[in-house]
């Protein structure tokens, strides 16, 4: 397991943001930390990847101290095996897609580019320069550089949201049966409540910089912590309606499940066939 | 016309842009990434020259590499370097001189680029040498150039320190701008203006070729 109690204000002129996490994420599985915009999520990735660093407080993972600010142990971010999707990709654009992917690892696995490639659909990508692809492909190409560092821990900010509905479909798909194959960490973050409920084993819903509520998918909306709005998905299975959390009411996309539109305060209940 | 002021000034130039070159990525790259309270000192020292007086550089230099200085005294008897009036002194004024001309744009286009790129290649185990080489210095290309040529034009067009530390010795610190200002001294026009001529030529030359460079122009004409 990967226990983290920190805290963190983040200063940037007259504002200042607080960070103040209590969470854990499963091990060889697939955590998602679901939440508004601005809630705190790229920064719990930033600091649990030792890019930011904590006030104070301590990440340990199966044991070991990432972080701890009592005794100052800091583990260096190279040092935590982790390969990072950010939300602007971070692609060198003096590098072609291959230059890129190579840079990524000494000794890379061919059997698993080739596999890559293949499966996010780089192959005619290859000989290009990221700054003349779009955005959907430059997402491809820096998940696919992620997947070939062979990772223990895979750290994807919004790693799919450029990516037209098709594919992503299949990119969720490749990326639970790539995790189950290889037994890496991922932690991803996402808004996405479709792609929570389809590729996460274990659930971390964050708001206003505090972690609300945590565990299994299905209890994802047991609160929801903006509007105080609460919701209960009583069953698992495949998800058959689109989910959209607003300010001011809960909307059920299909309405030939449910059409009534829900208001502060409402509790409900969401059964998923 | 004598070419030897000219040969020197292009000597400087090139020694100085190489050296300063060399010197301005590490201190960049140290700007860049730190934030050490003594950045904005760092900052100031090397913006300094921008706004001080060359005569001011000059006079400093000459009081504190002066041979009657301990310092000075001490360069030049235990290591026999003397710096006033010579080549070698002009160089390093010339460098500190053209500090900022070199820096700014450097640590302009190291600013400008994501985060992401180096903490990426911090993430993957990189080395900051790596980093710096194979990440970081390849994706500022244009602000390297703009640097390296500003220095060069700016130190071609040294007067005031040059003529404080390196007086007017033929060969080995009459640079052209001073053999410029001796000419009309000696009301020699026509010298003066060749010097003049082609400096201006060299000046607007290399400045337009930074500005197509960076721009493009000369890419789209290829294509």
Known sequence: MMYCNFQKTYNSGKRSFSIDIEASFQLNAINVVYGNSGAGKTSLLRLLSGLDKVDSG??????????????????????????????????????????????AKKDINQTLLNEVVEMLELETLLKTKPNHLSGGQQQRIALARAIVQEPKFLFLDEPLTAIDETLRSKLQTYLI???????????????????VLKVASHVCVIHQGKATSQGIPSLLLKENPKNTLKAVVISSGTLTIDVVVETQKMTILKENILSKNYTIGDEVEIKIH | MDFEPLLLTFKLASITTILLFLIAIPLCYWLVQTNSKTKPFVETLVSMPLVLPPTVLGFYFLVFLSPNTTFGNWLENMLGIKLVFSFLGLIIASIIYSLPFMVHPIQSGLTALPKSYTETAVLMGKSKWTILTKVLLPNIKPAILTGLVLTFAHTIGEFGVVLMIGGNIPGKTKVASIAIYDEVETLNYAAANQYSLILLSISFIILLSVYLINGGYLKRTIR
């Open chain 1, 58 to 103: 301590l990440i340990r993972v199966n044991k070991k101290d990432w972080l701890n600010t009592k005794n100052k142990t800091f583990l260096p971010s190279h040092q935590r095996e982790i390969a990072y999707v950010f939300q602007d990709y971070g692609l060198f654009p003096n590098m072609t897609v291959t230059e890129n992917l190579e840079f």
């Open chain 1, 177 to 195: 049966q790539l995790q189950k194959k290889q037994k890496f960490t991922v932690i991803m973050v996402s808004h996405n409540l479709q792609e």
